[in-house]
């Protein structure tokens, strides 16, 4: 076991950036990756407790017949105003975090010397105070309307009311530590992810 403080990460950035991308590439060079995202929906489909508030906050209709989120009617709720957004985040995020915590400890115990937590939303529900580091990543605002519309089969209209209720990107770059521009192609994408984490791992004295 390390007797070193566990180095934490987060990878945030604006719909269709390429954050995912990013941490995938991390994650197959063996860096522990935390996909908050991933949790969350997890917790909504799993957990009773927060199931239980999403039924209460948002109807029974959230959840489809056979107990799955139905993500395009949360999506088309959560997204009509920033006050029912700020409701899911509620909900969501105090126990993701908690699952965060349990997988820094298990990556602690586990002798590792960091750990990458993967979110879309980072400033805004103030994970950034409980993180070493914060890494943006960035693209041109069509590239990603575009990305988006080709991932998830949704409008253009759709996608900007989404993107309105995310941190400006602009404002993500001036507050993160690191930033990568996500502005070429997959291998452009790579060779930019190594270079800054080879300066993160140099400043930070990671391995």
Same mark, same amino acid.
């Given at each position: 076991m390390s007797s070193r403080k566990l180095l934490?990460? %987060?990878?945030? +950035?604006?719909? +269709?950036s390429g954050k995912s991308a990013v941490c995938k590439h991390l994650s197959t060079s063996g860096y522990e990756v935390f996909a908050a995202d991933e949790e969350a929906k997890r917790l909504m489909e799993h957990d009773e407790s927060v199931k239980t508030k999403i039924i209460e906050q948002f %109807?029974?209709?959230s959840y489809l017949s056979d107990g799955t989120l139905d993500t395009k009617y949360l999506a088309e709720v959560v997204f009509s105003d920033a006050h029912t957004l700020?409701? !899911?985040?509620? !909900?969501?995020h105090p126990p993701v975090f908690v699952s965060f915590q349990k997988a820094t400890e298990k990556a602690s115990i586990? %002798?590792?010397e960091l750990i990458i937590m993967e979110a879309a939303l980072i400033y805004e529900v103030g994970y950034e105070s409980h993180l070493d580091?914060?890494?943006?990543?960035?693209?041109?605002a069509e590239e990603r309307i575009i990305r988006v519309a080709r991932r998830d089969n949704i409008t253009r209209e759709a996608i900007l009311?989404?993107?309105?209720h995310q941190m400006p990107s602009g404002e993500l770059v001036r507050k993160a530590d690191y930033v990568i521009y996500n502005d070429g192609t997959l291998e452009d994408l790579w060779q930019?992810?190594?270079?800054?984490?080879?300066? !993160?791992?140099a400043e930070h004295r990671v391995v």
């Open positions: 934490t990460i %987060g990878v945030t +950035g604006s719909m +269709g %109807g029974q209709v700020k409701q !899911i985040n509620n !909900i969501v586990a %002798g590792k580091i914060v890494l943006a990543v960035d693209a041109p009311n989404r993107m309105q930019k992810t190594d270079a800054v984490w080879n300066q !993160i791992r």
